[in-house]
């Protein structure tokens, strides 16, 4: 599991039960809503530099594809990763 900083990264709908994300649904950036795309913008202090695990607390910065991020960032906790996107809540 490798998520350096920068990777875009799938925030989870309000909507979509929790269940389903632990149990592996990942959604392609070129499917998600520009809205629901943040990017890892920093990671815990206890946490290697290059890597972040299920349970790591990230800081992201939401943004639209192929825009720089803009506005403060905001701490949210990983819960699972897919081949494509990390999910966090």
């Known amino acids: 599991m490798f998520t350096p900083l920068g990777d ?3 925030l989870r709908p ?3 039960p929790r269940e389903s994300i632990e149990g592996g649904i990942v959604v392609p950036v070129s499917q998600a809503q520009d809205r ?3 990017v890892v913008v920093s990671i815990g202090p206890d ?5 972040v695990w299920p349970g790591a607390v990230v800081v ?3 943004g639209t594809h192929g ?3 803009t506005g403060r960032g905001v701490e949210m906790r990983l819960v699972s990763y897919g081949d494509l996107l990390a999910v966090i809540e």
């Open 36 to 38: 629901d795309v943040a």
């Open 8 to 10: 875009k990264i799938l």
């Open 67 to 69: 825009t720089p991020m």
């Open 60 to 62: 992201v910065q939401r």
């Open 47 to 51: 946490v290697p530099a290059d890597e």
């Open 14 to 16: 309000k909507s979509q």
